[in-house]
């Protein structure tokens, strides 16, 4: 098993908290200085590239993606990374901060996926409610969406359009918290014996009782945590069939990027700067 699925089963079976997004600020890079668990797509220009840039908001490290020329057809050149987990049907929440120079557009994105076809049944964007555009400094941005419940895995996107740098820092993926409903009050029955050293009523019946629900709801969990192992491990064996096959040049390029995730990288040329 990869360092990354390792780390998104621990997502799982600690019940998807927190952020699900691996090296969610670039700070950790790969071994060609690069950001680790993040890949980069930049349609092959003169000029134009993904790295990772010391001009961040916190820590070391930026995301960064350079055009020096606008494409015929756009191509939505990004960073991207796969979040294998059991999502659909729930809300999710993306945030972050861009910085621009000379951007003609800079967004973040959330697709769902599902993998037998692999295609998009769902995709939410920045752009709409805070578009991006010319030179800025760092801009927070927030975006949700509520994942089909056929969702696979989903997809994570930093993207620039047309010419200009965009810089990426700082994202977090989570789950939107479920709001809880309203418990009944508690009302002990008045011969209800009390337990040593506080005023609070306690019986036998409901101690036993509260011990099934416990073992049930555990012995739920580890059987849930089970299957969605099961699952990550089969799509990730698929997402590593998939990025063996040879690429070709046959498939269009999609406005939404309708295509898999795992997409080909063009090195930073050396010593070219924005």
Known sequence: MSAALGAVCLLLVAGQSGNLLLNPSFEELAPDGR?????????????????????????????????PNPYVREPANNWSQVVLADLGGKELVLSGVIRTEAAGGAALWIQ????????VTAAATSAIDRPITGTTDWVPVTLRITAPPETDFVVVRCVIKGRGSAWFDGLHLEIAPASLPELPAFEPAEDAPAM???????????LLELSQMLNQALAELESNNSRILERVQRIQAELDRTRAAPATDEAPLEPALVRHPLVPHVPRPQGDRP
């Open 35 to 67: 950001p680790a668990h993040w890949s980069a797509f930049v349609m092959p220009q003169e000029g134009a590239f993904a790295d990772a840039d010391p001009l961040s908001r916190d820590g070391s490290h930026a995301a960064m993606l350079h055009v």
């Open 112 to 119: 769902c996926f599902t993998r037998n076809p692999a295609r």
């Open 196 to 206: 040593p050293g506080t005023d609070a009523p306690l019986r036998e019946a409901d």
